[in-house]
Antibody, heavy 119, light 107 residues
Framework: EVQLLESGGGLVQPGGSLRLSCAASGFTFSNYAMSWVRQAPGKGLEWVSA????????NYADSVKGRFTISRDNSKNTLYLQMNSLRGDDTAVYYC????????????WGQGTLVTVSS | DIQMTQSPSSLSASVGDRVTITCRASQSISTYLNWYQQKPGKAPKLLIY???SLQSGVPSRFSGSGSGTDFTLTISSLQPEDFATYYCQQSYITPYTFGQGTKLEIK
């Protein structure tokens, strides 16, 4: 059974940093691209970033480019999102999602972790 | 960036109704269109991928159609568990943009 478990969310001040983790199990992690998707309170879904199975290719939304870094450790079956220079509009539930090869859709999602940026 | 526009933004319907939600892309995305269902406090769930392919385990009352810029999600006979918010998403090119969502409510 595929499982994705995010952690690392919490309250952080504007300008601060946070690192999210997503522990994966139930599939061969290194074979699949992964993504982060976020959802601000009461709002819709926003794609944040994606990384290839090897980790050699990454993509970012313009809203986070230069501030967030996606990475993965295939030996630990774990996906990361390093978030720096956090702003109030980064407040959201952050989901990690497994990417389907070829279609680039998200077939499995974690339960999400809440990041609140506030002083 | 490709803009995804869903309509309607909200919809009231009854159990047993046939419901259609539309999604329009700002440029052609072939069939790189996916539909998700989200219930309050839960992660989204993939329903339809590649515009018309039913994800494993999803009931057959859900169907999708379209290509290019215009797409539809149809629920043939609404069940109580279908009341949720639905999102379309293009996976043609990054950034992988979502529609604003359609909230399906009980009439």
């Amino acid at each position: 059974e595929v499982q994705l478990l995010e952690s690392g969310g919490g309250l952080v001040q504007p300008g601060g940093s946070l690192r999210l983790s997503c522990a994966a199990s139930g599939f061969t992690f290194s074979n699949y691209a992964m993504s982060w998707v976020r959802q601000a309170p009461g709002k819709g879904l926003e794609w944040v970033s994606a990384i290839s199975g090897s980790g050699g290719s990454t993509n970012y939304a313009d809203s986070v480019k230069g501030r967030f870094t996606i990475s993965r450790d295939n030996s630990k079956n774990t996906l990361y999102l390093q978030m720096n220079s956090l702003r109030g509009d980064d407040t959201a539930v952050y989901y990690c999602a497994k990417v389907v090869d070829g279609y680039n859709n998200f077939d499995y999602w974690g339960q999400g972790t809440l990041v609140t940026v506030s002083s | 960036d490709i803009q995804m526009t869903q309509s309607p933004s909200s919809l009231s319907a009854s159990v047993g109704d046939r419901v259609t939600i539309t999604c329009r892309a700002s440029q052609s995305i072939s069939t790189y269109l996916n539909w998700y269902q989200q219930k309050p406090g839960k992660a989204p769930k993939l329903l339809i991928y590649a515009a018309s392919s039913l994800q494993s385990g999803v009931p057959s009352r859900f169907s999708g159609s379209g290509s290019g810029t215009d797409f539809t999600l149809t629920i043939s006979s609404l069940q109580p568990e279908d009341f949720a918010t639905y999102y379309c998403q293009q996976s043609y090119i990054t950034p992988y943009t979502f529609g604003q969502g359609t909230k399906l409510e009980i009439k």
